[in-house]
């Protein structure tokens, strides 16, 4: 009597990378192009027409009655921030509140509350940014939260989105609590982001973390499986015409699908989860406040905010300097900077005025003073006394920095230009989408060919 038992034989090489390679040809092409997209999203984003902040010019003589009594009666409690702003002619008193996205608005003259204020300034200073004076407005709303329009890269929350009626469908994001840009948008890249976001990054399961990162990291080792055991292929490659050109596009390709793959899954592991959260601003009471004495000559701004024992510190600038009221002679932004890094006396203290590679766009904030310490650098904003950034990395994520800077988005090219560099790095992606669009098609091809198919 025959034995038909058929004994089922552990998948080849071969199998295996056919089968997964299903999976891992869709990913590889989805990545390809959201990969090649972004420069083409960096080279189209809309521009602000201007990049400093306006010039609020001189302030005029500020009356002589009480602050403090005219937030109180004004319902002001706790904040982290009190700064005299110039809109319209007129001063009025802006008040940052722990959790608040609006700012509370007092007319410095006559002490009522001015909230309209707040959203007049908004759209005045988008109309700075944009250099529209007199572009319809279409809508204008504040902002706490981070979107896929307006994500988390931006950093700064609240802020206020001003769309202006234009063709290209323009959108101005700006911080009333220091009269600073945070971005701009358009249509245009509204759509490129979407597509990056959801399709790069899985932004649309973000509802479910945990879940975005598994699959993400599932999806990352289909690729890597099946690279993996094709390069254990291609040592024996054969074949004409399909098969000759995904294996000559495939030599090509396998180093920088490993390093991207690679990089990309390190990043995912070693970012995951809240990243490293800085110490909010100090808020001390309202109630504290002492007047401000700006003293002789021209005045131009005035802001204070929470010292080290919980006080109100004044920081003025007059056509004199920058002065703090209340401190000893002397008292610098040096000194400041270092009392709300919590740094030593003599710890070494620079301006920074540009972006660069310690300090970098991602945080928005300039100038900040950097102050010198023992677990690395720390990076400060005087005018909002609070902490910009403190870049101190364990010996992970400092070479997942690398990795990702170096093997994902080649920024070691940076030298020969950013144009240059992004034309070889969507040439590498398109030469990746070729390899899994060519084994793709021999999948398909294979399968008409077997009987039924």
Known sequence: MKNDIKIKRPASARQLHRQIGW????????????GFLHPVMSWTAPRPAVQAPPNPGQIGTLPGHSLATMLTKAGQTGTHQVRLVTFG????WFSSFPGEPRKGVVDALTGVAAPEVENDHAIALA????????????????VDRFSTEYPEINRL????RVAFDTPEGLAVYVDTGADRLAAVTDGRRRALLFVFQNVHTLKFLSFAEPLRVAVLAGLILSVIATSLIGATLLLKAKGRGLRKAHTLAAWVALPFILTFTLSGMLHLLVTMGPGKVLPPPGVFNVADLDTPRPGPGSLYGMTATAGPDGKPVWRIETAGGIAYQGQAAGYSDADRARAIAGAAADAEVSLVTRFGREYSFANKRLPVLKVAGANGPVFVDVREGLIAAAPEKTALQAAEGW???VLHKWELLRPIGTRNRDYL??????????TAALGLAIQLWRRRKQPGG
């Not at 969507?426 to 070729?434: D, H, K, S, Y």
């Open 127 to 142: 109309r700075h940014y944009a250099a529209l004076p007199e572009a319809d407005i279409r809508s204008v709303e504040i």
């Open 89 to 92: 002619n007129r001063s009025y």
């Open 425 to 434: 790095l969507m040439t590498t992606v398109a030469v990746i989408f070729l």
């Open 157 to 160: 929350l609240p802020v206020w």
């Open 403 to 405: 990795s990702f800077d």
């Open 23 to 34: 999976v891992a040809a869709f990913v590889a092409m989805a990545w390809a192009i959201t």
